[in-house]
Each structure stands twice: as structure tokens, then as C-alpha cells.
């Protein structure tokens, strides 16, 4: 599991080694939005932030030129099966958040496939709250009841059995500045309804970042699933926007976004090598999986994932990991 600290930029002037990392991020820059963009469109709300600088200071006079540092990591395969968990939170002042939307990602390189796993958020699991602490609740609440991130990952590793490689956050703020970035995204909603103010009516539509924002979090009527539909809908909208020759000249604003709202385990070379590689599947090997399950009410509400099907789920995961035959 790799460490969970968030990826900063140092202050101060810019070294030869973040010169050469931003002239490769020029070089590359459709790559590295793809990374950004896909992962959204992959089926959940990540984002990534891996647009750093590494630590430096400014040079003084008198001191000897910076010596130049060796090349920006260049565009490789993964190496190994790797896994990718993105996690919406809803942040609000004073609270430290819940989080809104749970997707893990297993990538296999060589297979060039992806199997997408949507977590419900109501999932009922044996949340692992740090210090020892453990607790029966919904899966969402493993980061504001326990330690954030470290909480979140290490819940959702006990319960399916697998390691967590990397993980995106982002702030559900950042995700409506992002299609505001865009000009909207198109959707075909299935049904009349209202939501945070938001009315949607059936058949296509045009949505600001506000409005779709309600849209993929909507849940009265109806369920996860549904709403993982039409995040869905919206993903694949703003994926075919950032295709536009456009997009290049919305690069700025789009890494402020993803600083200001996102934090990340990925280093630069780890999202270069995620993104090239998912750059490279065939979206006829990108599988959506879900778990069944049932509806459990009594104090509040769950869902609740049988036994069996936890197992299913786990197995299929390790298969495509290579971590069990």
C-alpha cells in the first residue's frame, strides 16, 4: 500500500529538474489530460493532481548553476496489475466530510483491461477507523468517524481482500468548476425530477457543473444504481469535450482546479504510467461491475452485500490482479 501524503508543490523559484518536468508536461500534455479526464470517465468523480513541482529553492548569487537534472519520466506500460481508488467527498465548512462516490479500478496492462467496481456508499462493512478502532457502519463513513484517506483505503482493503496501489480525491467542488471548464455536459436523463433546487426533466438535456453536480446525486426514487448511470452519462460527456483542439488552451485553469480540489498518492511518474496505460485499453475491455444486494432499514438505512456475493466480487478482482489463479 503506498503512503498516503498528499502531493505538494514546493515554493520558491523553479529548479532545473521542475523545468525539465514542465517541459516534458507540454510535450505531453494530451496525454496527461486523458489521465485526468478518463479516470473521470472510467466511471467515477477522481481527479488527479500529479502537475508538481519537486522540492527546491531559489538560487543565490554566487552559488555554482544548477547542475541539469536527469529527464522527466517518460510514458511507460505499468509494470504489475495495479489498482486505483477514486473517491468523491462532499466537504462542507466545519465538517470533515463523507465520501459522496466510491470507485475502485483494477488495470491490467499487458490484458489492456480495466474492471471498474462502483462501491455504494450506504454498503454496510466493518469500517476500520485506525488506533485499533473498528465499527459496523456504512462504508462512507470511514472517513469522517476514522482517519480520512488511511481509512477509507484500509476499509475497503479488508473487505475485498486486496491492496490499494494509489488513490485520487476530489472535492466536489472541484468537480463542478471542471464542467463549468468544459461548457456543460449533455445527458439523456430517464425520468422528470428535482433535486437541490436542479429540475430535470426526461430526455436530453444541457447541464451546467451546478446542475450536474444535483444530477449524479440525486437518490430520492431511486437508487445507486441508477445514480451510477448517469455519472456515467456525465463522465462520458466530459470526455468527449476534452477531445476538442480547445482543451489545450484550458490546460492552466485545469491544473488550478485539480491542485486546489484534489490530493493524490500518485507521484508524476506513476501518473504518467497509469495514464499511458489506460490511454492504451480498448473501451471493449472496460467492464462495469457492481455487487447485489438488499435493502436493510432499521434505524437508518444500508445496503447490505451477502456473503457470497463479497466473495464473487473479491474473486473476480483477484483474478484480474493476478493475485490468485
Known sequence: MENYNRVTSAG???TAIALEGERFMRKAV?????????LLFLGGIGIWNAHTRPPGRPKTVGEEPVRKQPD???PVLLDRPTTLLLIGVDQ???DPGRTDALVLLTIHPRKRSVKILHVPRDTKVRLNLGKGRTALDKI???YALGE???STVQTLESFLDIPVDHYVKVNMKGFRKIIDLFGGVDVNSPRSFSYLGHHFRKGPMHLNGSQALAYIRDRTGTNDFDRHRRQQQVLRSLWHKSKHPSTLLKMNRLFNILRAYSETSLTLR???S???TLSRVPEKNIETIHFRGHDQWSSRYYFIVPEKERLRIRSLLRRHLELEA
Open 140 to 142: 462512507n463513513h470511514a
Open 270 to 272: 506513476d501518473a504518467v
Open 72 to 74: 522527466a519520466p517518460k
Open 12 to 14: 520558491g523559484s523553479k
Open 30 to 38: 494530451r496525454l496527461m489530460l486523458a489521465l485526468s479526464v478518463l
Open 148 to 150: 480520512g484517506i488511511p
Open 274 to 276: 497509469l495514464c499511458y
Open 92 to 94: 462542507r465548512r466545519d
